[in-house]
């Protein structure tokens, strides 16, 4: 039998995005969840993937919708669906500035609505820098505290390749952030176009004499309105030439990462990533040629023939 | 717009809305109740009860990490010639088996047919310099002549899905005396397809890469050996962003709420978060001579240099598509009949999405059926 997948190597870390993301898309809405509720402790330790995990999700949107209920219940008795749609405005960037015409005062909730749109965003970045594969800010720490240590302790630091490598690093650094944050700008715009979408909709339906009764009904409406606006604009040229670029400068840093590795992992003499790879091609090269002797020539394969289905009697020879 | 017109249009959408006071306190309440209840059931599943991919089956041939199944035939005498399935190397075969009731393998086996399919396993870093031809040629041609071996037939059934498909329409481009008939489903043929119906929302692969260079691809290959599993998972969650996030969160309360959903949920999200590295220097084939240079339907993809040519492919031809796929655009699957050399080309809609052909309700009444009378048709 096959060895089975590890279930904590790339499903967790997608798992942990997921669960990274929820206070914030909830904190779109209104609620007060903090960033990252939730997404570390475990809900149901020890149990078979993903129990845990879907358990923290759904335990972070009970917590959520809690919230929610709490601010909502009073701006519903005060202003009506009024205030429920200045609610999510103001949790909208300043771009959709709608909290000042026609809609109640927004609650106490809404004040930590920006902040929780900005964390949104971080989210965002760090989540297409992961698609674009670049290191999130926790792999450069990581790299930092590794390598960075490793050098100090050979005294490598001083050495000029060291240095102008490091210097090249920051270089794409910065590109990278520059990078992320014209990403971030785009995603920016499409949650607030998802927000007009949503209204026009709303108003749509008004016009027909329809009506949503439900509270996780419009959520849902919420999420699709975005969802179209997000494609739309992340499918763009300029959200597709966005996306590239963050993904160009993503590998042109971790290119720079491997460049310093391989500086320190020369110096010491280790194997360096080069080398394996040039271990591995080389026996990917031989197997071929394995095969290739086992294989008849592709020359004497005969040649197809278009109606031939006639069953070989004895089988093939082997 | 501006913030006038939006104020406008918000008193308007306003009064759309008709939930109150006592109806949201009475909703959140249902909700938190569901979700009690859900994590309650969530404590009682064992992993037996979330276990994918169970059809009984033994392995016949493994090189590498890469495995060849038979699955244990369910009538006395099955059908002469076996079918084998072939899927993508993305995501992990167990697509093709996710639960009893929802699985495409039990439904061939309960048709009579001898089936087998390959587990391409887990690629490892050593396993980075692969090429498609490594798979083609290489170990699907090796299960293809185990199977012949086995079954004592000259020619068998291939049946390919999705990059799985494509691998399995070059291997009967090259190696036509080996294949009696060949289905592809879900498989992207004209890279392109897409250019000319763009659809919101779909294609996202076909522009990203087009988007890039081909230094680009290079770069990303070189930096990355073998393209991780987890960003190659979270490419696909990427495409639809704010929906998985609804799934996670707020879709998640009705599922918690019944039992059968809820674990058609888990097995799903078992198979979805299961995903293997990609070998590096597949990606830079898929990407640079597919994706960006559309060389399979053009007839100018090498492969170990030999020209793949799908006129080479004059065997039976079935082409499934799903009608709401996303990840490869209906443009890309159909209306390939003239690209091939076979005189007999069907082609098949079913309805839902990528995955939901495999394991959607109306889509399982019309995939295995189909396919069953299709090869039955013409394996006689």
């Not at chain 1, 590109?175 to 998802?194: C, E, H, N, P, S």
């Not at chain 2, 087998?116 to 396993?121: A, L, T």
């Not at chain 2, 002549?145 to 329409?169: H, P, W, Y």
């Not at chain 2, 998972?233 to 969160?249: D, E, H, I, Q, R």
Request: proline share 5%; with cysteine.
């Amino acid at each position: 039998m096959s060895a089975p997948s590890d279930p904590h190597s790339g499903a967790d870390s997608i798992y942990a995005t997921w669960l990274g993301l929820i206070p914030q898309f909830f904190g779109q809405l209104g609620a007060t969840m903090p960033a990252g509720a939730g997404a570390g402790a475990a809900a149901m330790p020890g149990l078979a993937f993903p129990l845990d995990q879907v358990a923290r999700a759904a335990t972070m949107t009970q917590a959520a919708l809690q919230d929610m209920a709490t601010v909502y219940a009073p701006m519903l008795q005060a202003a009506g669906a009024s205030g429920l749609l200045g609610q999510w405005a103001a949790a909208m960037p300043a771009a959709v500035g709608m909290g000042s015409g026609g809609a109640a005062s927004p609650s106490s909730a809404s004040t930590a609505a920006p902040l929780a749109f900005q964390a949104l965003q971080q989210a965002w970045i760090d989540f297409g820098s992961q698609l674009a594969g670049s290191l999130t800010r926790f792999d450069s720490t990581a790299f930092d505290r590794t390598f960075g240590a490793l050098s100090d302790a050979f005294g490598l630091g001083p050495l000029r390749q060291f240095q102008a490598a490091y210097k090249d690093l920051l270089a794409v650094g910065i590109a990278q952030a520059d990078a992320r944050t014209k990403y971030a700008m785009l995603v920016q715009g499409a949650f607030a176009a998802g927000f007009d979408r949503l209204l026009a909709r709303l108003a749509d339906m008004a016009g027909k004499g329809e009506r949503i009764v439900s509270w996780l009904a419009l959520l849902r409406l919420w999420a699709v309105c975005t969802e179209e606006a997000v494609h739309d604009v992340l499918q763009s040229e300029q959200g597709l030439a966005a996306t590239a670029a963050l993904s160009r400068a993503g590998i042109a840093r971790r290119r720079k990462l491997q460049h310093i590795a391989g500086i320190v992992a020369d110096a010491l003499d280790m194997a360096t990533r080069r080398d394996l790879d040039d271990a591995f091609r080389e026996i990917q090269e031989l197997k071929r040629q394995l095969r290739a002797r086992q294989q008849p020539a592709p020359a004497q394969v005969p040649a197809a023939r278009p109606t031939a289905n006639r069953r070989r009697k004895g089988g093939p020879k082997r | 717009m501006n913030s006038a017109e939006r104020a406008m249009l918000a008193a308007r959408a306003a009064s759309a809305l008709a939930i109150t006071p006592a109806s949201l306190a009475s909703e959140l309440q249902s909700a938190q109740k569901k979700i009690q209840r859900g994590l309650k059931r969530l404590e009682a599943l064992s992993e037996d009860d979330l276990a994918i991919a169970t059809v009984p089956r033994e392995e016949v041939w493994r090189e590498d990490m890469v495995r060849l199944y038979r699955c244990r035939p369910v009538v006395a005498r099955p059908h002469p010639v076996p079918i084998l399935i072939t899927y993508a190397l993305v995501g992990r075969f167990q697509m093709i088996d996710l639960e009893a009731d929802r699985s495409l393998v039990r439904k061939l086996l309960a048709q009579g047919f001898d089936v087998y399919f390959i587990d391409w396993g887990l690629p490892s870093r050593a396993q980075r310099w692969l090429t498609i031809d490594d798979y083609v040629s290489g170990y699907l041609d090796r299960c293809v002549e185990v199977i012949r071996a086995a079954s004592g037939e000259e020619k068998i059934n291939l049946l390919g899905i999705c990059q799985g498909g494509v691998f399995t329409a070059c291997y009967a481009a090259l190696f036509p005396q080996k294949v009696r008939n060949v289905a592809f489903t879900v498989t992207p043929l004209d890279f392109h397809g897409d250019k000319a119906e763009p659809q919101s929302g779909a294609g996202y692969m076909n522009l990203w890469a087009r988007a890039l260079s081909a230094e680009d691809i290079d770069d990303l290959v070189d930096a990355y050996g073998s393209a991780p599993g987890s960003m190659v998972g979270m490419a696909f969650l990427m495409m639809n962003p704010v929906s998985n996030l609804a799934k996670y969160t707020i879709d998640l309360i009705d599922v918690f709420d019944d039992e059968a959903k809820l674990l058609n949920f888990l097995r799903m999200e078992r198979w979805i978060a299961d995903r293997p590295d990609h070998p590096g220097e597949v990606v830079r084939q898929w990407f640079k001579d597919l994706y960006q240079d559309n060389k399979l339907i053009r007839n100018e993809l090498v492969l170990g240099g030999r020209m793949v040519d799908l006129r080479n492919i004059t065997m039976p031809v079935l082409n499934i598509y799903a009608t709401g796929d996303t990840v490869i655009p209906v443009s890309c699957s159909k209306g390939a009949s003239r690209h091939f050399g076979s005189a007999d080309y069907t082609e098949l809609a079913v309805p839902g999405g990528h995955i939901g052909t495999f394991v959607g309700g109306k889509a399982q009444k019309i995939l295995g059926p189909s396919l069953a009378d299709w090869f039955r048709a013409r394996s006689g």
